[in-house]
């Protein structure tokens, strides 16, 4: 068979090679790039998976599975999780007040509150919705009583969601199959249409036509099993490394070799073949006695872990940048921070937490309080009408010319303007009372995110209260403190014994036109 002749990249001949030898090596690169295929068959997306925007039920049950998994055996998992629960909702949990001034509606909500425990439910919500992508809060409505109770359906008990056949965005029901077990042991399978007015769904990382959405943990859960993998790769390797302690060497013949090993001390073999027992391994402060035939060289690990540090860290990089944590938060670990950096890397964080914040807001907490007012009023326990003191339309006229001119005034008009605006706003007179609907809307305050400097925030909410562009309440809500709760203790710390008033005469934080 003739050879083949080889050129290099100039086009000049360089050696020969018979027909054979290159198809053989032509055999093996083909082999070993099968191999490769298949063992990273995992780690391939089909084309048409990379624009998918909405996983099947199986590929939706396997994401929440995998979530589920990680946040219960993973370290990190659990850290991602857990770590949001602590920084969205803080020590006490959102905060909420009516809108409307009526004095039947706030308690109202607060029995609502506490009867369904919202305090500890909360958290609860978010968690579901970052750990499945989806959390599915049923309300139970007493059309007599008015009240509303509620519980979490499981995420993989809805199977599928109806919506409009026109409109993607409009959610008609909810299909929910469920099983429960008898008396009798045998399981027995339900099934349920949940009117979607029933429902308050909670979703994440969807397109809003999308029905279902996306674990918090699904873009990163690769890299969590790849950490796992490299993390029990270093622990075996540590262990083969540092099994053998010592190296002993035998003069003599190989028998004379086998007859001494046989009889060293082995963790391995717990007796011979003779069933002689053998010592275990020593212990610190053992004396070996041996002939110069014998010698002893203590080997050394020499595990290298520098060696392979680097690809464990970026594999935890990407972890981190996949949920957006700050790497020292994801590992608990700020050791080779500086404070500079940690603040830098804590604004990304910090964004999203608001961004948390806002989007339970407007998805959960809102919707749900203002069905709790409407069933109230629906069941006739809350009014259906309310007042509002609002300033006269010739007073507002009035005013907005005062603030028209004061960008334009001199100094001394600046001051006159000014106490001219302030008389406005203290006159009754310049209010009236109107009989407007009931309001449904509830104002929400967040614990904050983190304290710096607690002096300093102190006195930058001071100045903002002192230029009135704040309220006290608001001022109290964000320094962490509970509005009513504060001025129920202040006020009975303003009495003795008796219940008499014992320092009238001290200007009550709390105590203003706004709270009275």
């Not at 099994?243 to 028998?255: E, L, M, N, Q, R």
């Amino acid at each position: 068979m003739a050879d083949i002749l080889l050129y290099d990249h100039r086009g000049t001949p360089v050696s020969t090679i018979d027909r054979v030898t290159l198809d053989q090596q032509f055999q093996a690169l083909g082999e070993s790039l099968f191999y490769l295929e298949e063992e990273n068959r995992s780690l391939w997306y089909k084309l048409t998976q990379l624009e998918q925007r909405e996983l099947s039920r199986d590929e939706q049950d396997t994401a929440v599975d995998q979530s589920r998994k990680y946040y219960y055996r993973h370290p990190y998992g659990r850290a991602i999780l857990r770590g949001l629960q602590i920084f969205v909702f803080g020590a006490k949990g959102v905060l909420y007040k009516a809108q409307d001034i009526h004095p039947a509606v706030q308690p109202w909500l607060d029995a609502f509150w506490k009867e369904n425990k919202m305090g500890l439910r909360q958290i609860e919500w978010g968690f579901r919705a970052w750990r499945d992508g989806n959390a599915y809060l049923r309300l139970f409505t007493n059309e007599i009583t008015g009240k509303i109770a509620v519980r979490f359906v499981n995420d993989k008990e809805i199977t599928d969601i109806k919506t409009d056949d026109n409109d993607a965005e409009k959610i008609i029901s909810y299909h929910r199959i469920w099983s429960v077990k008898k008396h009798s042991g045998i399981r027995e399978t339900k099934e349920e249409d949940i009117p979607a007015e029933e429902i308050i769904h909670l979703s994440f990382d969807k397109d809003s036509d999308i029905k279902k959405g996306r674990p918090l943990l699904e873009p990163v859960l690769k890299r969590l099993e790849q950490y796992d993998d490299w993390l029990e790769g270093r622990v075996i390797l540590n262990k083969l490394k540092g099994s053998i302690w010592a190296h002993k060497k035998v003069s003599g013949t190989p028998a004379q070799v086998a007859a001494i090993a046989a009889k060293t001390p082995d963790r391995t073999r717990k007796s011979s073949e003779d069933t002689t027992t053998l010592s275990k391994f020593p212990h610190w402060g053992t004396i070996l006695t041996t002939s110069d035939s014998v010698s002893f060289e203590m080997m050394e690990a020499k595990v290298n872990a520098n060696d392979t540090a680097e690809d464990g860290r970026q594999i935890r990089l990407a972890i981190a940048a996949g949920v957006l944590f700050p790497e020292f938060m994801l590992a608990a670990d700020a050791s080779n921070s500086s404070y500079s950096s940690t603040m830098i890397a804590e604004s990304p964080f910090v964004g999203m937490i608001r961004f948390f914040r806002f989007f339970l807001e407007e998805a959960a907490f809102k919707s749900l309080l203002q069905k709790v007012i409407e069933a109230g009023i629906a069941a006739k326990k809350l009014p259906a009408t309310s007042t509002e003191i609002t300033m006269r339309e010739s007073e507002k006229i009035r005013l907005a010319k005062i603030r028209t001119l004061k960008p334009l005034a001199t100094s001394q008009a600046l001051i006159s303007l000014c106490e001219q605006e302030d008389m406005m706003l203290a006159n009754p007179e310049s209010m009236e009372a109107k009989e407007i609907p009931t309001k449904t809307e509830v104002d929400l305050e967040w614990p904050p995110i983190t304290v710096r400097d607690l002096l300093k925030e102190t006195q930058a909410y001071g100045e903002q209260l002192a230029m009135g562009v704040i309220s006290k309440e608001t001022t109290a809500l964000r320094l962490g403190n509970d509005w009513d709760e504060e001025n129920r203790k202040i006020q009975r710390e303003a009495m003795d014994p008796e219940g008499r008033v014992v320092n009238n005469e001290e200007e009550n934080f709390f105590d203003d036109e706004e709270h009275p």
